[in-house]
């Protein structure tokens, strides 16, 4: 008989997994189902994020960070090192360990919050009826009065490219590299290129990144991108822009290379790597997911097309995460989970898309939420710009790591804080104070107003506010805008 539940959830990425256990927590008798095996064939929790996306590229970041700071940046505090060496394969490991760590995590909270986790391959088969395949094809039927679909996201890949798994990978192979590769392509200037690149780039590798667009980086404020460009081509990345992929060409024996065409407004190129990171986008993951019968419908790109309450068009059928609409970002996974939890016990829980955080990990971190000044210019706003630079932050001079700014824009006649936007240390965690003050709809006078530590990296959120309306202390920027 088929074991019924009132939800279940498919797929245990950030947007599953947290719907799931807020689910659980809130009383409901919740499954989810995960396909996803590792090495040894059993079943992980966490989807991409935790398995090879957010966490392992961040430990990969950090180490490869820690390796140039190393090499490159403590003789300025006195610290000689006379031999750097980078064990490849022990930062791999490493990296592992933390997966493993975080993924068994999920199990934990699955059972502290009664969530049944199932191992297997999901299909709707019904508007309330989810057939599990289990890795050896023995099938259960499970029955449920609510569905939320949190199937998430695979890599794109392009003709051109056919990703090997061994010379030319996509970012799951990219975090798998057993030695630091002499030459290395990264297709595609998106987030996850930049992140990857940068990880190899500090290990040593020559990396040049071909992007199709003539413009850096298009959805980040026009000021930031130009630094982040600079800041990025600084520190050994050949970021070719207008260069579109066309063609590739694996060599022979056992270590291949790959010979790369592209064309740029001066031709046909060509380059050889002995690494090729395609990093072109994903794409929505429902393969084999729903049957047609249920009558789910996706949009033209292949999105489960559901309304802001992430219902789709069958009315006990929700969908959450990479799968829908929106950036493709944990956290506006995480939050739409919970959203649609609270909304099956009738709580009126929204997500709130005008404020959805975006980071790029490279060094120093770029992160930006609400409106940047094109944005702001073309829907004709008046505001105002205030901005502050590392350079004169006294905690960033202490730690020698003083490059960026912090940019506040705000609504020329109500003050309101319209868009944050920063390139420097830390800068994830500083926009989360404005990311905070945005939600409570706060002025840039509110954040003046507000005591900051010192010294402390904050500060430049601090004066970038008071620069707005013309008042920092330590110099600081201001900048009337129509
Ligand atoms: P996923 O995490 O993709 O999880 C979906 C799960 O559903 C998978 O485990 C899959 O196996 C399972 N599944 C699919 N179909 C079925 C089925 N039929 N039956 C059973 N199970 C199924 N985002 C950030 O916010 N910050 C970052 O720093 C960041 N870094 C990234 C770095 C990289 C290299 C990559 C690739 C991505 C990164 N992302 C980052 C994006 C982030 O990983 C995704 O936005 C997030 O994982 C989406 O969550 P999700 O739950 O919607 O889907
Ligand atoms: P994102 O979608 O942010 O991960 O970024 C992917 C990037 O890959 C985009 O900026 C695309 O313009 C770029 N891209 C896609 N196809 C190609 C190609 N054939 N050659 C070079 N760049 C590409």
Known sequence: MAKQYEVVVIGSGPAGYVAAIRCAQLGLKTACIEKWLNKKNQTVYGGTCLNVGCIPSKALLDSSHKYLEAQQHLDVHGIKVTKVAMDVALMIARKDKIVGQLTQ???????????????????????????VTDAEGAEQELTADKIIIAAGSVPTDIPPTPVDGDTIVDSTGALEFQETPKRLGVIGAGIIGLELGSVWARLGSEVTVLEALDEFLPAVDRQLAKEALKMLTRQGLNIKLGARVTGSKLGKGARKTVAVEFTTADGEQKAQFDKLIVAVGRRPYTDALIDDAVGIELDDHGFIKVDDQCVTNIANIYAVGDVVRGPMLAHKGMEEGVMVAERLLDKKTQVNYALVPSVIYTHPEIAWVGKNEEELKAENVEYNVGSFPFAINGRALAANDSEGMVKLLADASTDRILGCHIIGPSAADLLQQLVIAMEFSASAEDIGLTMFSHPALSEAVHEAALAVNGHAIHIGNRRKRK
Do not use: W, Y
């Open 105 to 131: 995590g999920i199990k934990g909270l699955f059972s502290a919050n009664k969530v049944d986790g199932i191992g297997g391959t999901a299909r709707i088969v019904a508007a309330n009826k989810v057939l």
